[in-house]
Each structure stands twice: as structure tokens, then as C-alpha cells.
């Protein structure tokens, strides 16, 4: 299986910033699109941001220009940079990852991989 590990969330006040990270690791041979999605108290959960293998990435409306995604393919690890960062935008962030793995017995299989969530909160 493939398990992926976020970090970096906290408690910051209005206008401030933080950066998440998320590292995939197991019997991984691509990792394709890398997610960040956003779930605030009582709502669904939202797609944020997402990065290509080859380094394009998409923003939600209400993160475009304060939110950079950015990634490292030989590290499997996605960065989330977050600025200005507003009331709006507290919840739990979780990373979702898609990509090819391998097996034990060398087989290829699809996965699509969460993590754990870590928790943003933005003080007014």
C-alpha cells in the first residue's frame, strides 16, 4: 500500500502563513496527481489544489493567489504554501494522491492514497 504523511499545519492568525507537506512512501512506481483538500467544520470536502507530475497546478477560486502548490517527484512530496491566510480557510487539510504501485509480486495496481489530515486554523 501506499501511505502519505502531512505535516504542517497549526494555529496562525489573519494575513499569516503556514506550509504543508505531504510525503508518499510504499512500493510506489509513479505518482501521478497529487490533491490538497480542504474540510471545514459541519461542510464536505473540498478539492483546494491540485499538482500534475509534470508540475502544473489548479487552485480553487477561493485560494487562487495566496495558495501555491509546488512538488518534488524524486521525494514524492507535495508542498502547500499558504498566505494570507483568512478565517475562511480553517479545517482539516488532507493530501490524496493517485498514481501506479507494485506489489509483492511485482504486479501494477492503481492506488489512491489519503492521508491522515492535519488541522489549519486561522484566528480573526
Known amino acids: 500500500q501506499v501511505q502519505l504523511v502531512e505535516s504542517g499545519g497549526g494555529l496562525v492568525q489573519a494575513g499569516g502563513s503556514l506550509r504543508l507537506s505531504c510525503s508518499a512512501s510504499g512500493r510506489i512506481v509513479s505518482v501521478n496527481a497529487m490533491n490538497w483538500y480542504r474540510q471545514a467544520p459541519s461542510k464536505a470536502r473540498d478539492l483546494v489544489a491540485t499538482i500534475t507530475s509534470g508540475g502544473v497546478s489548479t487552485y480553487a477560486e477561493s485560494v487562487a493567489g495566496r495558495f501555491t502548490l509546488s512538488r518534488d517527484n524524486a521525494k514524492n512530496t507535495v508542498y502547500l504554501q499558504m498566505n494570507n491566510l483568512q478565517p475562511d480557510d480553517t479545517g482539516i487539510y488532507y493530501c490524496?494522491?493517485?498514481?501506479?504501485?507494485?506489489?509483492?509480486?511485482?504486479?501494477?495496481?492503481?492506488?489512491?492514497?489519503w492521508g491522515q489530515g492535519t488541522q489549519v486554523t486561522v484566528s480573526s
Open positions: 490524496n494522491a493517485k498514481g501506479i504501485r507494485r506489489s509483492l509480486t511485482d504486479r501494477r495496481f492503481e492506488f489512491d492514497s
